[in-house]
Structures are given as C-alpha cells and as structure tokens.
C-alpha cells in the first residue's frame, strides 16, 4: 500500500509540475491569460516591486535550500527517499504558482518592438528556449529529475541507483543548456516591462549565485567534473571553460 502511495504521489507532483511548466509559458510570453508578467499595473509603483521581489526571493530560497545535500539528509527523516524529489518538484511548481497569482505587473515600458520581423526572431527565441530546456532535462533523465523514477522503482520495490555523471550531446558545448534555455525564455521578448525586467535581472542574478553554490556540491560527488568545467564552457558555445560558473544540469541539484 505504501508503495502504491508514493507512487501516485509522485505522479500526482509530476502532473502538477507540467500544468505549472505549461502555465509559464503562457505567463511569461504574454499568451492567452490576462494576468501575464506585462499585464495592466494595478498596485503603485513602490507596493509592486516589493511584492515582486518578495515573491522572486520566496522561490529563489526554497529552490536553493532544498536543493542541498545537508537540507536533503535532514529532510529526508520525515519525508521517505523515494517521495524526496517529487516533493521537491511539488514545493518549487506551488512556489511559482504563487509568484504566478500575486505577480504585480508595474507598466512602464524598457522596449517595444513592433516589425514583423525582429517578433519573429525574439518569438522564436522564446520558443527556442523552452525547447532547449526541456531538451536538456531529457538528455539526462527527465523522470529521475522530476522524481518519477524515484517513485516507481520504490514502487517495484527495486533499489535506487544515482545517474551516472555524463555529458551527452549539448553538454558537450556548454555545461548547462538548461539555463541557457531559462535565459533565452526570460530575456527573449518583444514588450519588456518594468515588472519584465526586474523578473529577467533577478532571474537572472540567481542563476549566477546559484551555479556556485552547485559546483561546491557537484565537485564533491563526482571529481571528474572538475576537469570538465575547465573544458566545457557554462553558458555561451565555443568559449572557454571558467572555474567561477557552471552547473551539470544533468545532476539533480535544482
């Protein structure tokens, strides 16, 4: 019974993550919803940036503190192994459903672009950056990452087994094209607000710290990655590896 529990648990996070994952793109591309992140302003200036900053820190710290090793052993007391991933996945979508519902658009427009042809390029930007990041999830293990295999394999009563350190086909060219795909997703847009940009810089800025805080945790699980950020770029192609940037998306750090 347990078993079967932790099973639909897992997939009941999973399908709650892939609502939120389809929600954002509408959200932040401006499509179909009428409180996207360009909206109408209807707060002050002032009480609008608070509550955004708020709202970016709330997810940033959850992503950030539940993602850490010494938080997942002290976690992982109350909460079984097998459920830890996806209650992981269920704790950052409802962090962004929340940053979603209480988002307060500000109004004041950075750039517009109004040819035919520069949307064109900055749509399919966007699109390309959703594409990549979902790509990049897949080239690893989607279902690992999102806590799906987790789940099931409890459920068949089979051990766990960590993903092996490996860098497939992209990670070749830069050590985490998922946040590349998160980059082209959040600055790759015709209408930048006010509101737009303070989610794009702050998005932004994590990014960077968080890469950090990862590759301390990276390198002490698997040594090997050491000399493979000083080979691979982090996030632009054909460039040279640094040591202060990096992330294997592929490891189930965030």
Known sequence: MKRTLVLLYGVACYAVFFATFLYAIAFLGNFLIDNAIDAAPGRGVGQAIAIDIGLLAVFALQHSIMARPAFKRWWTQFVPVAAERSTYVLLSSLALILLFALWQPIGA????????????????????????LLTSTFLINHFDLFGLRQSWLYFRGRPYTDIAFRTPSLYKVV????????????????TMTAAHLLFALMTTAYILIAIQ???????RAFPEYASYRRRVPALIPFTKGRRVTGLADGVKQS
Do not use: M, N
């Open 175 to 190: 050590r985490h094209p998922l946040y590349v795909g998160w980059l082209l997703i959040f600055w790759c847009t015709p």
């Open 213 to 219: 805080l990862e590759e301390r945790d990276l390198i």
């Open 109 to 132: 427009v950075i750039w517009q672009v109004d040819s035919a042809l520069g949307k064109g390029l900055l749509y399919a930007g966007y699109a390309s950056g959703w594409i990549l």
